[in-house]
């Protein structure tokens, strides 16, 4: 009897440790990274499930203006998200639109060359079934302090991808005195540029 009985205990605490065991095997296979990320001296973030690739672009005043602020772009899973923060505005609407060159030196802006539209469609509204630009991006609003944010995203461009229907890089963000109409052509009587930024990785 007393055999048998040593014989259950010892087989109790084998299977016991046995047990415990296989759930701290468990605890560290749950708790093991999926994904590496490795931030690169560009502050480009690559991330092993996939590339996350991330710019910030600063706005500058154009064309005797205060209008400033500073651009988030970032690509994911074929998708780029742009949020643009502004300040020293009027008050009201006010374009935004990519233009062909990152260049930004001129006083007003228009060394950036037209909005860039390399499928050669006429200008209009993002996802018009009669054509927009590439670069036709929107309207947002300037509240009462000059201040506005937009937030836009599309699996129309890529950051650095080569593409040049897609790649918005080389090319400027810029920033209208005035709203968009859609309808203008080619640019939408926007209005002078009173923001300038080139998206340049």
């Known amino acids: 009897m007393k055999k048998i009985f040593l014989y259950l205990t010892i087989s109790c605490l084998f299977l016991a ?3 415990k065991k296989d759930k701290k095997e ?5 708790d093991t ?9 560009d502050g480009t973030t690559a991330t092993s499930g996939g590339d996350v690739v991330k710019l910030s672009v600063s706005l500058e005043p154009k064309s005797g203006s205060t209008a400033k ?3 988030i772009l970032r690509e994911e899973n074929g998708s780029v998200t742009m949020i643009a923060v502004l300040g020293g505005l ?3 609407n006010h374009a935004i639109h990519l233009h062909e060159s990152a260049d930004c030196s001129a006083e007003d802006g228009t060394s950036t060359g037209g909005h860039w539209n390399p499928t050669k469609e006429p200008h209009g509204k993002w996802g018009s079934p009669d054509g927009f630009h590439k670069g036709d991006i929107g309207n947002f609003t300037a509240d009462v ?4 944010t937009i937030t836009f995203i599309t699996n129309e461009w890529c950051i650095g991808c080569g593409d040049p229907v897609k790649d918005i890089i080389g090319k400027a963000i810029i920033v209208h ?3 968009d109409d859609f309808t203008t052509q080619p640019t ?8 300038c930024g080139g998206i340049i990785q």
Do not use: M
Request: charged residues 20%.
């Open 26 to 30: 468990t605890e560290q296979s749950e």
């Open 177 to 179: 005195a005035g709203t």
């Open 90 to 92: 009027t008050e009201g």
């Open 188 to 195: 939408g009587n926007a209005g002078g540029r009173v923001s």
């Open 69 to 71: 602020g500073n651009v």
């Open 145 to 148: 302090n000059g201040n506005g």
């Open 33 to 41: 990274p999926t994904e590496t990320n490795v931030e690169d001296d």
């Open 17 to 19: 440790l046995a047990c």
